[in-house]
């Protein structure tokens, strides 16, 4: 049994603050191993980091590495590798872990080449038995969840999709170290990407991964009609909306920003209310933890149905209408 | 001197089939008969882009996959989209690759059959769906790289204006060339071949190349053997609960789905 392995978790943060995903890796980090002491680590990026330090501190991490730079302002997968592979090359974690995000799924497959070692990929679960670590991760739209394991290469690396753990309970160390790290590589490293500006998306609302209830919409939803009464019904009764991609098919929304599925979002609400959904793997995959499943379908047939708490045989547009009436 | 594109494909078993794959007891692997591949879809998106640089620029097109012999399928669908030239690196030794593995193949095989400025992949695939090659296959090849791009414009001879979509927002960046940008599905409309490109893409080259073909293949990098991930168990999920059905008339059927909603 290892007594002094180190598990280093990426804390990504957006709009100043850190992203959900942190505490899910971190309660998973933590508990991990039943036997032997495991350091649990942060990783911290920026170009000046007191603030990010400070929210990390909060959930109480063993140790946290971080680099300051003018470089890392904002960011840029060319200055954030070199930071990355350097530090772990210095320090030698055993496990590194990314949240599968935009940024971690595109500097997670970075630095494990520049490393040449192993990364499992938007892994739904990270399970340990002795000291032989396996990553689950889903495969063919969901259908297989296959083992992925590191056994020769270290850091054993592994991008987790952000609100699939979830977050139980753990024991928050007091005990902090932290290493502000001069990386003199950034110094000499160019990059070829110049960032020309960024555009905010129009995130009005609670986010779908906060959501207590949410309010989904697929295939059956064919009508602007019926996806506008949806609309309201989820604004009535404080719900998110989330869709599958038959609606961006339709034209109904411009994009993928709140589909829900393995290419889309994971999300845990207490309520789910699927409405006109047929239940492919693909999204199903990313609502199954719901607390509870209620599914609208005028198919009888409807996979989803199998996967529900209460199922409900009917016209969506008419139940929509009902529960608009009863409401207002 | 017109741009060189490269366009990194993959051979898909279709994911019309996923909902209902099978694991073989015995070997513990999908069972893939009866799943006829086709090209991944994000991977049209590629060609389509680098289709509308070559109209462009007159932008010369060439593909690549790793696949086993049949890929030469998918690649000459890809040549019938109007691309110049197709490779196939297809051996024994190079298969059971992870995505670094991959990487470093399809790496040795772009440098073998020249200098690229543009190298355009799919942003994921839909079966291993890991997302990790296009960015890998970058630092193999020492280039800058960029993934999740929806939009893609060139502003110069050696300048690429690039749209990346984030949860948040969309950012917009100057890339100096060469690089590698991993192309998601709302980039651009796929084309539908032409009868012309189609009758012609069987007569245009296509090279198959071994390992042997490939000296610069260094073995520690290639194949299973290569790869530092191992696959593991394979589990299909279970999924299913305890349904109860609720019925009776809309307004009964409301009233019943409110009351879930208040009790959370």
């Known amino acids: ?328 | 001197m017109s741009l060189k594109i490269g366009v990194c494909i993959k051979s898909v078993p279709n994911p019309e089939h996923y909902d209902r794959i099978e694991i073989d007891p015995e070997t513990k692997t999908i069972v893939r008969k009866n799943m006829p591949c086709v090209i991944n879809s994000a991977d049209k998106h590629a060609i389509e882009l680098a289709m509308q640089l070559k109209e462009a620029t007159g932008a010369e097109v060439s593909i690549f996959t790793m696949a086993p012999p049949q890929g030469k399928e998918q690649l000459v669908s890809a040549l019938a989209y109007g691309a110049d030239a197709a490779y196939l690196l297809s051996d024994r030794k190079v298969g059971g690759a992870d995505t670094l593995a991959t990487s470093y193949s399809l790496c040795t095989m772009i440098k073998k059959v020249g200098q690229f400025d543009l190298i355009i992949a799919g942003n994921e695939s839909e079966d291993g769906a890991t997302a990790h090659v296009p960015s890998q296959l970058g630092e193999w090849m020492g280039m800058t790289h960029m993934a999740d791009v929806i939009h893609a414009e060139l502003i110069s001879e050696d300048t690429i204006n690039v749209s990346k979509e984030f949860e948040n927002g969309y950012g917009n960046y100057n890339i100096k060339l060469p690089c590698v940008l991993a192309v998601k599905k709302n980039i651009n409309e796929v084309r539908y071949p032409t009868v012309m490109n189609m009758l012609v893409a069987n007569k245009k080259p296509l090279t198959v190349f071994s390992a042997e073909d490939l000296p610069e293949l260094d073995e520690n990098f290639i194949g299973l053997e290569g790869s530092p991930t191992k696959a593991g168990e394979l589990i299909t999920p279970e999924y299913s609960r305890d349904s109860k059905s609720i019925e009776g008339s809309s307004e009964e059927i409301a009233e019943a789905i409110l009351e879930l909603v208040m009790k959370g």
Not at chain 1, 50 to 71: M, N, S
Not at chain 1, 166 to 172: A, L, Q
């Open chain 1, 1 to 328: 049994m290892k007594d002094n392995r180190e598990i280093w978790i990426f804390a990504e943060f957006k709009d100043g603050r850190i992203t959900k995903g942190f505490e899910e890796l971190l309660c998973k980090s933590r508990n991990l191993f039943e036997r032997g002491a495991t350091v649990v680590s942060a990783v911290v990026l920026g170009n000046s980091t007191e603030d990010q330090i400070a929210q990390v501190k909060e959930y109480g991490v063993d140790k946290i590495y971080a680099v300051e730079h003018t470089k890392l302002i904002d960011y840029n997968c060319d200055y954030y590798k070199v930071a990355m592979e350097h530090l772990i090359r210095k320090h030698n974690p055993d496990i590194m872990l990314f949240g599968a995000t935009v940024i971690g799924a595109e500097l997670a497959p970075s630095v494990a080449a520049r490393l040449r070692t192993g990364l499992a990929a938007h892994c739904v679960d990270i399970t340990a038995e002795e000291e032989e670590v396996s990553f689950w991760v889903p495969a063919f739209g969901g259908n297989v969840i296959g083992e992925i394991l590191i056994p020769d290469h270290t850091p054993q690396m592994a991008s987790v999709k952000p609100g699939i753990l979830g977050v139980s309970e753990y024991v928050k160390s007091e005990c902090i170290e932290i290493f502000k790290e001069e990386v003199p590589e950034l110094d000499h490293t160019e990059s070829a990407v110049e960032l020309i500006g960024f555009t905010p998306k129009d995130n009005s609302g609670v986010s779908l991964e906060d959501a207590k209830i949410v309010v989904c919409a697929g295939r059956g939803v064919t009508s602007e009609e019926t996806w506008k009464k949806l609309n309201e019904f989820a604004t009535e009764i404080h719900a998110s909306v989330g869709y599958t991609r038959s609606l961006i098919d339709r034209g109904f929304v411009e994009d993928e920003t709140n589909m829900i599925g393995t290419s889309g979002k994971s999300i845990t609400p207490d309520v789910y209310i699927g409405i006109g959904i047929s239940g492919a793997t693909h999204h199903v995959c990313g609502m199954n933890k719901s607390k509870t499943i209620i599914s609208i379908n005028k198919d009888s047939k409807a996979k989803l149905f199998g996967i529900s708490d209460y199922k409900v045989v009917a016209q969506s547009e008419d139940i929509l209408t009902a529960l608009l009436e009863k409401i207002q």
